[in-house]
């Protein structure tokens, strides 16, 4: 039977980002897939991780920045990302700040997530 999912949970996170999950371990019980639908304000970034899923990040307004080992791949509205579990990266945004969604394999969690400390 088809579940409604009436709200999303909104994940607390530092730095003025939102991060509303509709789908996902916080919001759903489910730890298959976690859908958020996320909102950064001009210049938010985060520090690097190393996540424990795959991430598929589709922009829907502005431009998400992934910095990772061989450089920065600029991911304009309108186009997606995919990074791989494993591949150390680290997100931001420009000056007009971003929206997007983030669809996680298996579903995020803070501790999958494995960022490293703000001086690292």
Request: net charge negative; with cysteine; proline share 9%.
């Amino acid at each position: 039977m088809p579940t409604l999912v009436p709200a999303p949970a909104r994940i607390p996170v530092p730095g003025g980002k939102q991060i509303d999950e509709y789908v996902g371990r916080a919001s759903t019980g489910t730890a298959e897939v976690s859908v958020a639908h996320m909102k950064a304000p001009a210049g938010w970034s985060e520090p690097a991780q190393t996540p424990e899923f795959d991430e598929v990040t589709v922009v829907l307004a502005g431009e998400v920045r992934v910095e990772h080992a061989d450089g920065v791949l600029h991911v304009p509205a309108g186009q997606a990302v995919l990074t791989r579990a494993g591949e150390r990266i680290r997100y931001l945004v420009g000056d007009e700040g971003a929206e997007y969604v983030a669809v996680c394999l298996p579903a995020f969690g803070p501790d999958l997530v494995n960022r490293e400390d703000e001086d690292a």
